[in-house]
């Protein structure tokens, strides 16, 4: 009779169906992949690690809410209200939960968006700062305006001491928002005219960019001059990089021998792509000499100053068949 009829009625049916609901989690979360045909098992692994369980105590929290009214006053009262709080609670940190791992472990990942994770961090504690601000509005009765003002006040007192910080911090942002560069590009970042590095991008924090270098150190950059400097990415739009060497030549030397024994020492050595093609041309007469410009093509980035050795070790043997070495200063 509780069941069909009375007070008691309409709570037994609600803790039932939340109970119900307990038990099927699994199945409803594996439901949910196959209507939005997502196949993806390291992502469905994911989701039930981070959802599972905040699921199944939100269902068994809202099952035995209803019941929280057989408690005796006040505490009943006081029972109700952190029942709630920890209901709403869980609901908001799994509706964040879903959509940090729909929008950034899903989607971002599936576009090959390059987020970082400081803004990753960022809008998830943005949604935790709102969600709280509601739960502290609904369920206390406490005005959260007051609390935006002096924020607001703080906010502005902690962008004038940190500025240096936020100014590093956005351009992060930034170039996460680009997609312009990301981990493991090869780059040559150029500060003046004497004072440049050639690396692999290994980090990028929400403050300092790092850069593995040819010399295996490591250069660490603040975002903001890493973003407001000369920048070469090496690897768009593709990894295949051209290299260009200037060769002197005796001006008695016959112009298409010496083109083609220069594209023949660039072709023998291992590494050197054979399409695109090196090619050879002359660009300067100094003299008794001529400056002829080869240039070739690799995808290792990280081997072209030993590539570029092997190929000026070539030239060299090349042109002292032809006897066109120049040996002006």
């Given at each position: 009779m509780l069941a069909t009829a009375g007070p008691l009625a309409i709570p037994i049916w609600l803790a039932l169906l939340f109970f119900i609901l307990s038990f099927l989690r699994g199945p409803l979360l594996t439901g949910i992949f196959r209507?939005?045909?997502?196949?993806?098992?390291?992502?469905?692994?994911?989701?039930?690690?981070?959802?599972?369980a905040p699921l199944q105590?939100?269902?068994?929290?809202?099952?035995?809410?209803?019941?929280?009214?057989?408690?005796s006053q006040p505490y009943g009262s006081y029972v109700?209200?952190?029942?709630?709080?920890f209901a709403v609670f869980l609901f908001f940190h799994v509706l964040i939960q879903s959509i940090d791992l729909s929008?950034?472990?899903?989607?971002?990942?599936?576009?090959?968006?390059?987020?970082?994770?400081?803004?990753?961090?960022?809008?998830?504690?943005?949604?935790?700062?709102?969600?709280?601000?509601l739960i502290v509005d609904w369920e206390l009765h406490v005005s959260v305006l007051p609390l935006l003002a002096t924020s607001t006040v703080l906010t502005a007192v902690l962008g004038l001491a940190l500025q240096d910080t936020l100014k590093n911090a956005f351009a992060g942002?930034?170039?996460?928002?680009?997609?312009?560069?990301?981990?493991?590009?090869?780059?040559?970042?150029?500060?003046?005219?004497?004072?440049?590095?050639?690396?692999?991008?290994?980090?990028?924090?929400?403050?300092?960019?790092?850069?593995?270098?040819?010399?295996?150190n490591y250069a660490i950059i603040p975002?903001?001059?890493?973003?407001?400097?000369?920048?070469?990415?090496?690897?768009?739009?593709?990894?295949?990089?051209?290299?260009?060497?200037?060769?002197?030549?005796?001006?008695?030397?016959?112009p298409?021998?010496?083109k083609m024994s220069l594209v023949k020492a660039a072709l023998s050595v291992n590494g050197v792509l054979s399409d695109p093609r090196p090619e050879a041309l002359p660009t300067n007469i100094q003299n008794d000499r001529i400056i002829y410009q080869l240039r070739f093509w690799l995808v290792d980035i990280g081997a072209r100053e030993e590539l570029t050795g092997k190929v000026l070790e070539r030239c060299w043997i090349e042109l002292k068949d032809l006897d066109a070495l120049s040996r002006g200063g």
């Open positions: 209507v939005f045909r997502i196949a993806d098992h390291d992502l469905e692994v994911l989701v039930r690690k981070r959802l599972d105590l939100l269902f068994v929290i809202l099952a035995l809410l209803p019941f929280t009214f057989l408690i109700t209200v952190i029942t709630h709080i929008i950034f472990s899903w989607y971002l990942k599936r576009s090959r968006a390059n987020v970082s994770a400081v803004m990753r961090f960022f809008t998830l504690s943005v949604l935790y700062g709102i969600a709280a601000m942002l930034n170039m996460s928002l680009e997609n312009s560069f990301e981990q493991g590009d090869w780059v040559l970042f150029r500060l003046d005219s004497t004072d440049q590095w050639v690396g692999q991008i290994v980090e990028i924090g929400w403050r300092t960019t790092k850069i593995k270098t040819l010399n295996n975002n903001s001059t890493f973003t407001s400097h000369e920048l070469v990415n090496f690897n768009r739009p593709n990894t295949v990089h051209g290299r260009t060497v200037e060769i002197p030549v005796l001006l008695s030397a016959e298409e021998k010496v």
